[in-house]
């Protein structure tokens, strides 16, 4: 565990803690009251955004668990820190970048050393399986990524041709997000450590310390990956070196930190919290700009959540990324300035008039849950 990392995105050494969260081994599992408990946990959440409205100064804890979240908490006394029976983690944030993330932080190594664990107490079905076909909310959102991408492509000053399109799945689990590309016939590739690819995906690798292929593609996708991984400037300019050069990457993640991080009950899934500023200027950094971006509230295997994503394309009259080039081992492509506001207390905690509104969207979404709406 990294006791004083620089930000991931932007370079910078100087962070501000927000809160701290403790972790004790004796924390339970409960079945019983488990509705009661997170119904509880909800109003506490609410309280904290509408009426405390700032970091708290007392430590979170969530000393009631799922049986899945104490599966995920056991990470902590088993993996990242053996031996201790309580952990504390206090999150921070970048006043550069405004990139949040929590210390210790983990490392490549930890996370690799995370996901071998968790796969052990889960271990994956061995032969054919049946893959469960994804959940309406899904369908809806590879739809809405396909209709962005080919709009923006067709628009492209040098006149992308739509047909017969390379398309990279990064970290897609199986591809599902790649099923309307592969409808209309367009060759689909992905990379991640999901066994068993959709029928028509090539898969090339685990993840890009392990791809060998150097092939450029029209349109990659990066959706609810950069949030998990060690290294997500290394990450986003090895897929900048494998966009062509009129390609487009979509990369889409979580809004996390309005309300302060909410890692009582799961500290381990995510360790990085972007807001648009963060995402935008890791994009540039990487020799990219983006061309389209947006905050929407969707549906997310079975959760309504907030997400930011942004299509971006290779900068033009920027320089040329070769492929062979090891992703992290070379000087940032470009660096600039983050543009990013900074005033922490606004980021996190907006007006309770914002607040509301906010939560008025994300209510109005849950109650449609089940009839995907097909926005663009
Ligand atoms: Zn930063």
Same mark, same amino acid.
């Given at each position: ?6 930000? @991931? +995105? ?6 501000? =803690? ?26 506490? &959440?609410?309280? #904290? ?5 700032? !970091? /708290?100064?007392? *430590?979170?804890? %969530?000393?009631?668990? =799922? @049986?899945?979240?104490?599966?995920? /908490? ?5 993996? &990242? ?42 271990? @994956? %079905? ?11 909310? *899904? ?40 099923? !309307?590309?592969? /409808? ?6 992905? +990379? ?15 993840? &890009? ?25 290394? *990450? ?8 062509? #050069? ?10 996390? +930190? ?50 930011? &994503? ?15 080039? %090891?992703?992290?081992?070379?000087? #940032?492509?470009?660096?600039?300035? @983050? ?21 008025? /969207? ?15």
């Amino acid at each position: 565990m990294q006791e004083s990392p620089v930000c @991931p +995105i932007c370079g910078a050494s100087e962070w501000s =803690s927000v809160e701290t969260f403790v972790y004790a081994r004796r924390d339970r599992p409960v079945r019983r009251l488990l509705p009661l408990v997170k119904r509880w946990q909800l109003l506490r &959440w609410l309280a #904290r955004v509408l009426l405390l409205a700032r !970091p /708290r100064r007392l *430590t979170g804890r %969530a000393r009631l668990l =799922s @049986p899945h979240e104490a599966r995920l /908490r056991s990470v902590l006394y088993e993996v &990242w820190f053996p031996g201790q029976n309580t952990v504390t983690l206090t999150t921070m944030y970048c006043g550069r970048c405004e990139f949040m993330t929590y210390l210790p932080r983990p490392s490549a190594e930890d996370i690799r050393a995370k996901y071998r664990y968790l796969s052990d107490l889960n271990p @994956p %079905a061995t032969g054919p399986v049946n893959t469960p076909s994804p959940a309406p909310a *899904t369908v809806a959102r590879a739809e809405r990524v396909y209709r962005l991408c080919l709009k923006h492509l067709s628009t492209h000053p040098d006149g992308q041709s739509l047909s017969d399109l390379r398309v990279l799945d990064y970290g897609g689990g199986d591809g599902r997000l790649l099923q !309307p590309f592969l /409808r209309e016939g367009h060759r689909c590739f992905l +990379i991640d450590y999901h066994p068993h690819p959709l029928p028509g995906v090539v898969k090339l690798a685990d993840d &890009w310390t392990t791809c060998r292929d150097d092939r450029r593609y029209d349109v990659i996708i990066c959706s609810h990956v950069l949030e998990h991984v060690s290294d997500p400037g290394p *990450t986003v300019e090895f897929l900048a070196r494998r966009l062509a #050069r009129d390609g487009l990457l979509y990369v889409e993640v979580p809004q996390e +930190i309005w309300g302060g991080l909410r890692l009582e009950a799961d500290p381990v899934t995510h360790v990085n919290f972007f807001t648009p500023c963060a995402l935008e200027y890791l994009l540039e950094r990487n020799g990219l700009e983006v061309v389209a971006s947006q905050t929407q509230v969707g549906d997310y295997e079975g959760a309504t959540s907030e997400v930011f &994503w942004a299509l971006a394309a290779l900068r033009r009259g920027g320089p040329a990324l070769e492929i062979g080039a %090891a992703p992290g081992e070379q000087d #940032r492509l470009s660096e600039g300035v @983050p543009h990013a506001g900074g005033d922490l207390r606004k980021l996190l905690y907006p007006s309770r008039r914002a607040t509301l509104a906010r939560l008025h /969207r994300l209510s109005r979404r849950s109650v449609r849950r089940g009839k995907p709406k097909h926005d663009a």
